[in-house]
């Protein structure tokens, strides 16, 4: 009996905690979406407050979607996030397989070195990779925002994945190697659905943080037809007038379609993440 | 046609040496086992024949032909493996075409072998199902299915009983050995299990630290075995090892196996307390500690009836004991 209570008391206050810490991290999320509705005077005069009949407005929005050039944005920033995550999963899931299924010399080198990014910010190295860009005329394209966000994410993605791909039995891709598959059919159709939960976990880090990026559009792509969403809404913040129904308004629109991604991923996500500790 | 040789194969990981220098010959339809210890390098060797590891040096032959550098589809071989290692993704009957697939041959030509194999096995109402919807046991027979539609010149098993249990090992070792009879080809087993061991092979390789220490046929091995680790290995209860000293021998160590020791209430060469008994009811293992030789066990068939703690006499049959020397080897009279 007392360790049936014992077992409650503790999952409620596991719980609680649990509830205390989703309540903190959506509570931006949540004044953004409901400023975003209300009137300028009503975001000031009372900023936690409920949109009401009175301050009620949809200037913001109507404000984002006459600048017109806001479906640009969006379109941009989802051929970024898209491709990049598309080529970090690939070379991340290839780096990896070789890392975790070849031996050969150098191979635990080779691995720390492509961990080491994991620790490195890509940041420190602004300065040096905008001259490659403008070098290989690459600045104001999209391209140079997807070679650098892939280079971003291969880290964390080669690191999670050849952990994942070593606990792939070995006989399976044995047996794949007896009956005559190739390593690439080994690795693309028997490996690569085996780490599926892996491979969601790699893109949703991966993804978030390329969406909310405003730091190398602002650098390398700042021109009209690049301009990212993030860097789409800045246009609304000035040096000493604000607009901040349309910020506000972009930044809420701004979280749905990486919100639609997170759920296509979120299943196998939970996967990934409880694979090592439930198992 | 399926014979293999191996000619002084050896196979290193970085400085160690893990195979060291291995000859063997298994001719055509046999059926040879490599038993040992974990850790003997059995299983590598075994890996080194599918080419599946490098072989260092030394040549790997089937049929006269030296295959080190073929990659493992063009050896013609078929292999098990312990967690089965069936495709997750593809239909029972998808898992054992997919070689004859690969090798290009007609749609027709692969459902007829598979449809053979199926039969062979029983595998008939499973053919639509995938692997995660089957037993450990069902699981195993898909597996050596997909190996029997290859038609391979070698059989590899490796240790593929080893996950199933203990009703299921048997049904499936006799299978195995069904199989065998039938088709008739090579066929190369890899198990710790010495009765997997002496029930299905026509030939023993025991391996021991990467070298052979005995081939053998099964009886062969177990009444004339070369030295203490192959006498000791093969055989269950284990064998007695008592010290030569005392019965006034030149031999160093006096192999005894456990029904060869009679035990007596009375009277006996040496003396000792019983330790434990373990009835089995066909037999009756009784474990004796001894001042000289330590611990010793005697095997009786039906039920006997030894208090614990209970003084005893043992006495060897000389005729059936084997001697050896302080290095372990036999020495034959």
């Known amino acids: 009996?007392?360790?049936?209570?014992?077992?409650?008391?503790?999952?409620?206050?596991?719980?609680?905690?649990?509830?205390?810490?989703?309540?903190?991290?959506?509570?931006?999320?949540?004044?953004?979406?409901?400023?975003?509705?209300?009137?300028?005077?009503?975001?000031?005069?009372?900023?936690?407050?409920?949109?009401?009949?009175?301050?009620?407005?949809?200037?913001?929005?109507?404000?984002?979607?006459?600048?017109?050039?806001?479906?640009?944005?969006?379109?941009?920033?989802?051929?970024?996030?898209?491709?990049?995550?598309?080529?970090?999963?690939?070379?991340?899931?290839?780096?990896?397989?070789?890392?975790?299924?070849?031996?050969?010399?150098?191979?635990?080198?080779?691995?720390?070195?492509?961990?080491?990014?994991?620790?490195?910010?890509?940041?420190?190295?602004?300065?040096?990779?905008?001259?490659?860009?403008?070098?290989?005329?690459?600045?104001n394209t999209l391209t140079a925002l997807i070679l650098v966000y892939t280079a971003q994410g291969l880290p964390l993605a080669v690191f999670i994945l050849s952990e994942f791909m070593r606990g792939v039995s070995d006989d399976l891709k044995n047996a794949g190697r007896i009956d005559g598959l190739s390593?690439?059919?080994?690795?693309?159709?028997?490996?690569?659905?085996?780490?599926?939960?892996?491979?969601?976990?790699?893109?949703?880090?991966?993804?978030?943080?390329?969406?909310?990026?405003?730091?190398?559009?602002?650098?390398?792509?700042?021109?009209?037809?690049?301009?990212?969403?993030?860097?789409?809404?800045?246009?609304?913040?000035?040096?000493?007038?604000?607009?901040?129904?349309?910020?506000?308004?972009?930044?809420?629109?701004?979280i749905v379609p990486v919100l639609v991604l997170y759920l296509i991923f979120s299943r196998q996500l939970i996967r990934g993440i409880t694979a090592g500790a439930v198992k | 046609m399926g014979d293999l040789t191996l000619a002084n194969v050896t196979k290193s990981f970085g400085a160690t040496q893990v195979i060291k220098g291995v000859n063997l010959a298994v001719n055509d339809g046999e059926f040879c086992v490599f038993v040992g210890p974990s850790g003997c390098g059995k299983s590598t060797l075994l890996r080194m024949i599918a080419g599946l590891e490098d072989v260092t040096s030394g040549d790997v032959r089937i049929d006269g032909e030296r295959i080190n550098d073929l990659a493992p589809a063009k050896r013609e071989i078929a292999m098990v493996f312990q967690s089965y290692a069936l495709y997750p993704h593809l239909t029972v009957r998808d898992n054992m075409g997919l070689a004859l697939k690969q090798a290009g041959k007609p749609r027709a030509e692969i459902a007829a072998a598979t449809e053979k194999a199926a039969e062979m096995l029983d595998l008939g109402p499973l053919m639509a199902r995938r692997p995660s919807e089957l037993s450990g046991g069902q699981r195993q027979r898909v597996a050596i299915g997909r190996a029997i539609v290859r038609t391979p010149k070698l059989f590899l098993f490796d240790e593929p009983l080893s996950n199933l249990d203990a009703a299921l090992r048997v049904a499936t070792r006799i299978e195995i050995a069904r199989l065998h009879r039938e088709l008739g080809a090579t066929m190369i087993y890899v198990t710790h299990d010495q009765v997997e061991a002496m029930t299905l092979a026509d030939k023993i390789v025991v391996l021991r630290a990467g070298r052979v220490e005995q081939v053998g046929r099964p009886m062969d091995i177990y009444n004339d075995p070369d030295n203490t680790f192959v006498a000791g290995f093969i055989g269950s209860p284990q064998m007695n090892f008592l010290k030569s000293g005392p019965f006034g021998l030149r031999s160093d160590t006096l192999g005894i196996r456990p029904e060869h020791l009679e035990i007596s209430a009375s009277t006996g060469q040496i003396e000792g307390r019983v330790s434990h008994v373990e009835k089995l009811g066909g037999e009756t293992l009784t474990y004796i500690r001894t001042a000289d030789h330590e611990l010793l066990t005697v095997r009786q068939f039906g039920e006997h009836d030894h208090p614990v703690e209970q003084t005893v006499w043992l006495t060897p049959d000389q005729s059936r004991a084997f001697h050896f020397d302080a290095e372990g080897q036999r020495l034959r009279a």
């Open chain 1, 1 to 139: 009996m007392s360790t049936a209570r014992h077992s409650t008391t503790r999952s409620l206050a596991a719980h609680g905690v649990l509830i205390l810490y989703t309540v903190i991290a959506l509570f931006p999320v949540f004044v953004i979406v409901v400023n975003s509705f209300k009137s300028r005077r009503a975001i000031f005069a009372d900023p936690l407050a409920l949109p009401t009949s009175e301050t009620f407005d949809m200037v913001g929005y109507q404000t984002v979607l006459k600048q017109g050039d806001f479906l640009l944005y969006f379109q941009n920033s989802m051929i970024v996030t898209v491709a990049s995550l598309f080529f970090v999963l690939l070379f991340g899931a290839m780096a990896a397989f070789a890392l975790s299924e070849y031996r050969f010399r150098g191979n635990l080198l080779m691995g720390l070195y492509l961990a080491l990014g994991i620790m490195i910010p890509i940041r420190l190295g602004t300065v040096a990779i905008l001259q490659i860009m403008v070098a290989s005329g690459l600045v």
């Open chain 1, 183 to 254: 390593e690439y059919t080994i690795f693309l159709r028997l490996v690569l659905p085996l780490v599926r939960p892996a491979m969601a976990t790699v893109a949703v880090f991966t993804m978030i943080p390329i969406w909310n990026d405003l730091w190398f559009p602002l650098i390398l792509a700042p021109s009209e037809a690049t301009k990212t969403i993030t860097l789409g809404s800045q246009v609304f913040i000035g040096q000493f007038v604000t607009n901040w129904n349309a910020v506000l308004a972009a930044l809420g629109l701004a």
